[in-house]
C-alpha cells in the first residue's frame, strides 16, 4: 500500500524556517516525481514545487520560488520541503503528493498534510 | 500562467440526479486535466486523469471529457457518498494549476 506521511509542521514566527518531512512506503520510491501542494483552510490547492527522481530537475511556483526549496534522499525514502522567510501568506495545510509513473504531472496518491502556521 | 475557472461554484443536487461540473482552462491545454474529489478534513482523491481516463476503484458513474479549454466531470446517479469539492488540475505546463473548486452538496 502507498503511504505518504509528513511531519515537521508546526507554528513559525514570520521571517522564520521550517522544514517538512515526508516519509514514503510501499513502492519504489526513486521511480517517480515528487510534489508539494499547499491548502489554506477553507480554499484552494496550491501546486508549489516538485522534484523528479534524481533531483536533477525542480520546479517552483512563482510564490514560493526563491524561499523553498524542495529535495529527496532516495535512500531514506524520504521528500523535504525547507521553507525559509516565511509569511503569513504561508499559513496553510502542506501535503506531498506522488506524480504519476509515467511522468505526466497529476497526483495519484497523498499524504494527510502537516499544518504550517505563520504568526507572531 | 494558465487558469482555470471551475462552474459553478456550489451545486446542490439530490440522490440519483444526473450533475455536470465544468473546468475551463485559460488556454489549451490538450486532454492534460485531472479531476480530484476532496471531503473535509482529507486529502484531495483522484478521480479522472488525461480528461477522460477513470482512476482504478472509482465508480463507474464518474465520467469526464473534453479536451483543449473546456472539460466536464459527470456524475451519472448521485451517491450520498459524492458529496465534496471537485477539483480539475491542469499538468500540462508549469506550474501545475488547480481551479478554485466546486462544492457538490447532496
Known amino acids: 500500500e502507498v503511504q505518504l506521511v509528513e511531519s515537521g509542521g508546526s507554528v513559525v514566527r514570520p521571517g522564520g524556517s521550517l522544514r517538512l518531512s515526508c516519509a514514503a512506503s510501499g513502492f519504489t520510491f526513486e521511480d517517480y516525481t515528487l510534489s508539494w501542494v499547499r491548502q489554506v483552510p477553507g480554499k484552494g490547492l496550491e501546486w508549489l514545487s516538485n522534484?523528479?527522481?534524481?533531483?536533477?530537475?525542480?520546479g517552483y511556483a512563482d510564490s514560493v520560488k526563491g524561499r523553498f526549496t524542495i529535495s529527496r534522499d532516495n535512500a531514506k525514502n524520504f521528500l523535504y520541503l525547507q521553507m525559509d522567510s516565511l509569511g503569513a501568506e504561508d499559513t496553510a495545510w502542506y501535503f506531498c503528493?506522488?506524480?504519476?509513473?509515467?511522468?505526466?504531472?497529476?497526483?495519484?496518491?497523498w499524504g494527510q498534510g502537516t499544518p504550517v502556521t505563520v504568526s507572531s | 500562467d494558465i487558469q482555470l475557472t471551475q462552474s459553478p461554484s456550489t451545486l446542490s443536487a439530490s440522490v440519483g440526479d444526473r450533475v455536470s461540473l465544468t473546468c475551463r482552462a485559460s488556454?489549451?491545454?490538450?486532454?492534460?486535466l485531472a479531476w480530484y474529489q476532496q471531503k473535509p478534513g482529507k486529502a484531495p482523491h483522484l478521480v479522472i486523469n488525461k480528461a477522460s481516463t477513470l482512476e482504478s476503484g472509482v465508480p463507474s458513474r464518474f465520467s469526464g471529457s473534453g479536451s483543449g479549454t473546456e472539460f466536464t466531470l459527470t456524475i451519472s446517479s448521485l451517491q450520498p457518498d459524492d458529496s465534496a469539492i471537485y477539483y480539475c488540475q491542469q499538468y500540462d505546463v508549469y506550474p501545475y494549476n488547480f481551479g478554485q473548486g466546486t462544492k457538490l452538496e447532496i
Open positions: 522534484i523528479n527522481w534524481n533531483g536533477g530537475s525542480r
Open positions: 503528493a506522488r506524480d504519476n509513473v509515467i511522468g505526466y504531472h497529476y497526483f495519484d496518491s
Open positions: 488556454q489549451s491545454i490538450s486532454s492534460y
